[in-house]
């Protein structure tokens, strides 16, 4: 059985640019979890998506938004890139009130 | 505010000794305190959980300890191996609230052999 997958698995982006990063959980999961997670540092929670619908937000700035779609993948989208936001971005995806499962993450290096 | 921290950023432990990673967390509406392992280029891997009825648990070569009072957790891994070798994390979550898991900054376990 599959584990949480992200995709792509590196992207390299400049400034002011935007992107788009992809996570299919387990199957069977229906809630989505994203984490940043810079250098050296624990991930940190970005969403949480259950059911498609938006259950948390952490402290980040409007320019990070996120979807979930009907068959449970999810989109995390983030605009007006920085030179700060370069980091592993972490898809976590869990069964209610179960152990959140994480995938390899897509490492955003912004130029 | 919410934290969770580390007291120690790097461990050197002899192979085959055991291992003890210490853990301080802020929030005492904290209810599912969690381990997570980190080998270099993957994502966090879950070792053990704990919730906050209990003081103790146990799982494959590791045990998490939990101390309300002071608010510490604690991952003892027996007989350490080199595939031990890893950043371990501990994490807090309110479980009524959400699934947002407040991680701390982590700590090196590097293996001596």
């Known amino acids: 059985d599959a584990g949480v997958t992200q995709s792509p698995t590196h992207l390299i982006k400049t400034r002011g640019q935007h992107v788009t990063l992809r996570c299919s959980p387990i199957?069977?999961?229906?809630?989505v979890s994203w984490y940043q997670q810079v250098l050296g540092q624990g991930p940190q929670f970005i969403f949480q998506y259950y059911e498609k619908e938006e259950r948390g937000r952490g402290n980040f700035p409007d320019r990070f938004s996120a979807r979930q779609f009907p068959n449970y993948s999810s989109e995390l989208n983030v605009n007006a890139l920085l030179l700060g936001d370069s980091a592993l971005y972490l898809c976590?995806?869990?069964?209610?009130?179960?152990?959140?499962?994480f995938g390899p993450g897509t490492r955003l290096t912004v130029l | 505010g919410e934290s969770v921290g580390l007291h120690l950023p790097t461990l050197s432990v002899q192979e085959g000794d055991n291992s003890i990673i210490n853990c301080a967390y802020s929030?005492?509406?904290?209810?599912?305190f969690i381990w997570y392992k980190q080998e270099s280029g993957k994502g966090p891997q879950f070792i053990i959980d704990i919730r906050s009825n209990m003081d103790k648990r146990q799982g494959q070569r590791v045990t998490v300890l939990l101390n309300k009072t002071v608010k510490h957790l604690s991952l003892q891994i027996a007989a350490t191996q080199p595939g031990d070798s890893a950043v371990y994390f501990c994490a807090e979550n309110e479980v009524n609230r959400d699934d947002k898991i407040i991680f701390g900054k982590g700590t090196r376990l590097h293996i001596l052999p």
């Open positions: 199957s069977g999961h229906k809630s």
């Open positions: 976590a995806s869990s069964s209610p009130e179960a152990e959140q499962f």
């Open positions: 929030n005492s509406a904290s209810d599912y």
